[in-house]
């Protein structure tokens, strides 16, 4: 589940089993269900009873080991995942190739939680010009490429 993206009728089956046995039903004797499963899944913080949904588990599963992609660069899967995919660049800026692993694919479905997580560190890593980071922008980034004479007076001060 934390290599692979599962596929959807497999999250369906798992959270019907989950539902059956939250709700008591045995064989063809149903049980009243107070509440959809899909309310039941949502954070306790919104009151309800805070059930993991298999579909977001299994995604943020696959963010982690992205997120290790982005911080562990002298990790073996790293170095053989740039080599393969993304060469030139790096792992949030990559894209899926039709004859890509169905690993890397899988990583590429949970790009999108990733790409808005950042460990901001001491900052040598951030490209501001570039990177997604701006909210309420249909990319997430700078629009407007700032004038060079403009930048260097910034990284002048």
């Avoid at 019907?16 to 509440?35: E, L, P, Q, T, Y």
């Avoid at 696959?62 to 002298?74: H, I, N, T, V, Y």
């Avoid at 890397?104 to 900052?123: D, E, F, Q, R, T």
Wanted: aromatic share 12%; charged share 20%.
């Amino acid at each position: 589940m934390g290599v692979f993206l599962l596929p959807m009728k497999l999250h369906n089956e798992l959270n019907s089993m989950c539902a059956r046995f939250w709700w008591g039903n045995i064989g063809h004797d149903h049980k009243i269900h107070w509440m959809r499963w899909e309310k039941l899944t949502l954070p306790k913080s919104e009151g309800s009873m805070g059930f993991q949904d298999f579909r977001s588990f299994n995604l943020v599963m696959l963010a982690k080991q992205g997120c290790r992609l982005s911080q562990e660069p002298d990790s073996l899967l790293f170095k053989c995942f740039k080599a393969r995919y993304f060469p030139h660049g790096h792992f949030l800026d990559a894209q899926d190739c039709p004859n890509s692993s169905y690993t890397w694919k899988s990583m590429m479905a949970a790009k999108p939680i990733l790409a808005i997580c950042w460990h901001v560190g001491n900052g040598a890593s951030i490209r501001a010009l570039h990177d997604p980071w701006i909210p309420n922008r249909p990319s997430w980034k700078i629009i407007h490429q700032p004038d060079l004479l403009e930048l260097e007076d910034y990284t002048s001060a």
